[in-house]
């Protein structure tokens, strides 16, 4: 059974290309590395913003979730899209068009803090993630075709360790950045002019920070750009993009669409609420900016899992380990919601390590035996992570209804039926079509 990195590598050269040899470029390995590590942290303040919104609008718990479901939109809408941009400007002209479409969300950070409405911000979130799903289209299938097909897979591992790293330290820098500048005087005390004042006042160092990553990613852009004749593509034009979307009749691997959707909308779901649940006096008690600082340990906990996962699956069956890994985050979460304290903060931080190998164990296991349409398959499982769109402001609403550690019910949910799916496709053998 493959991992998730020799299925993209297996589908990049099915479906586009730049020959079958790769390309010896360690420059454009190391930009390639970079990337991961961008669209990886600047996902994971979401974290960080998400209670600093809630404050200053004094929103929901659903209502703060919309946050996520602005960002994860952006997949379902612009995945086969973002493809479809691939096929006819390559790859390095489509990643440069993608990081600058990522400034443009930074940029807009500014026009929604001036006009103080939490719409607006959605808005610049949902652009942003536009252009990180253009990058993120381009990054699994390129770094596979930056060195020889055989060492594909080890490269697509270190790439995502770094997307693990940027998730592990944008939280804590954002957290002493914008949650640790959360004035005494609370917006819900306020009202009018005095309102709209506020909310400009505190939303700058969220515009600090976003303005700080737009020059970031214009500099990266520019060298993207300077180096989009390196690579010599040879891109399939043929069919619909769309097409792909028959492969969802294959029992299996809609099953694996389902997950990816599952799995998604569960992390993001569990990570947006960390800091409010570490705030409450049942847990640690903490104040916004110290909780902040607890998130890297949820995402840190995914890169962990991610080096010694990758041995379990090499020592057994994909599907048992996955079952394993989703039974391990339900029994956190019971025990997260049922006791007080430490106990209760540190296991919900520890789902983290759990989460760590169900991405890549569910697209292997979803992409099995799609052969040449590997490539197709994995547009359609990119566009399955809209899950982040949607299971976050579910659980926000029950939340609101019946209290954060109710709530977890609805992550545990998702990682049963994703136990299911391992168990499901443990045994299954599939010839490539």
């Given at each position: ?10 589908g ?11 390309v010896d ?6 930009f390639v590395f970079?990337?991961?590590?961008i ?7 979401n974290?960080?913003?998400i209670?600093?919104?809630?404050e ?6 659903a209502?703060a ?6 960002f ?9 899209p ?6 006819k400007?390559?790859?390095?002209r ?9 400034m443009v969300?930074c940029?807009?950070?500014v026009?929604?803090?001036?006009m103080g ?35 594909a ?6 790439a ?7 998730t592990?330290?944008?939280?804590y820098?954002?957290s002493i950045v914008?949650?640790g500048s ?9 009202q009018g ?5 506020y ?10 920070t976003?303005l ?14 300077m180096r989009?004749?390196?690579l ?10 769309f ?14 669409a ?7 909308g ?13 705030e409450?006096?049942?847990t ?14 949820y ?22 380990v ?7 985050a ?15 903060a540190?296991?919900l ?10 991405f890549p164990a569910?697209?292997s ?14 547009g359609?499982?990119a ?36 136990a299911g799916?391992?168990?499901y496709?443990?045994k ?6």
């Amino acid at each position: 059974m493959q991992v998730s990195g020799s299925t993209a590598a297996d589908g990049a050269r099915a479906g586009v290309g730049a020959g079958d040899q790769g390309v010896d470029a360690p420059d454009l390995r190391l930009f390639v590395f970079a990337l991961f590590f961008i669209f990886g942290g600047i996902t994971s303040l979401n974290d960080v913003i998400i209670p600093k919104l809630k404050e200053l609008f004094t929103l929901s718990y659903a209502q703060a979730l919309l946050v996520q479901s602005a960002f994860f939109a952006a997949y379902f809408l612009f995945s086969i899209p973002g493809a479809a941009i691939v096929r006819k400007a390559g790859y390095m002209r489509t990643a440069a068009i993608g990081l600058l479409v990522m400034m443009v969300g930074c940029l807009l950070f500014v026009p929604a803090s001036a006009m103080g409405t939490f719409g607006v911000f959605l808005g610049a979130l949902f652009v942003l993630a536009a252009g990180i799903t253009i990058v993120q289209v381009v990054a699994n299938p390129l770094i596979s075709l930056l060195g020889p097909p055989a060492t594909a897979s080890s490269r697509l591992t270190f790439a995502q360790a770094f997307n693990s790293l940027g998730t592990t330290l944008f939280p804590y820098i954002g957290s002493i950045v914008i949650l640790g500048s959360l004035a005494k005087v609370k917006a819900a005390d306020l009202q009018g002019a005095a309102l709209a004042a506020y909310r400009v006042a505190e939303s700058r160092t969220v515009v600090h920070t976003y303005l700080g990553l737009a020059v970031a990613l214009a500099l990266v852009a520019a060298v993207v750009w300077m180096r989009r004749n390196r690579l010599r593509e040879a891109q399939d034009q043929t069919g619909s993009m769309f097409h792909a979307f028959t492969l969802l009749r294959q029992p299996r691997f809609a099953f694996g669409a389902l997950c990816i959707f599952l799995y998604v909308g569960a992390e993001v779901a569990i990570g947006s609420l960390i800091v409010s649940y570490l705030e409450q006096a049942s847990t640690l008690g903490l104040d916004a900016e110290s909780a902040g600082k607890h998130v890297p340990f949820y995402w840190g906990g995914a890169l962990i899992g991610r080096f010694v996962g990758s041995l379990l699956l090499r020592l057994a069956a994909p599907g048992k380990v996955l079952a394993g890994f989703a039974l391990g985050a339900i029994v956190l979460i019971l025990v997260s919601a049922n006791t007080a304290g430490a106990v209760s903060a540190w296991s919900l931080l520890a789902i983290g390590l759990c989460n760590s190998i169900m991405f890549p164990a569910i697209f292997s296991l979803a992409s099995a035996g799609l052969g040449a349409r590997a490539a197709e398959g994995s547009g359609v499982l990119a566009t399955a992570i809209v899950g982040g769109a949607i299971i976050p402001p579910l659980t926000g609403h029950v939340a609101d209804l019946a209290g954060l550690q109710i709530a977890l019910t609805l992550p545990a949910l998702c990682y049963c039926v994703i136990a299911g799916f391992g168990l499901y496709a443990r045994k299954q053998v599939f010839k490539d079509n």
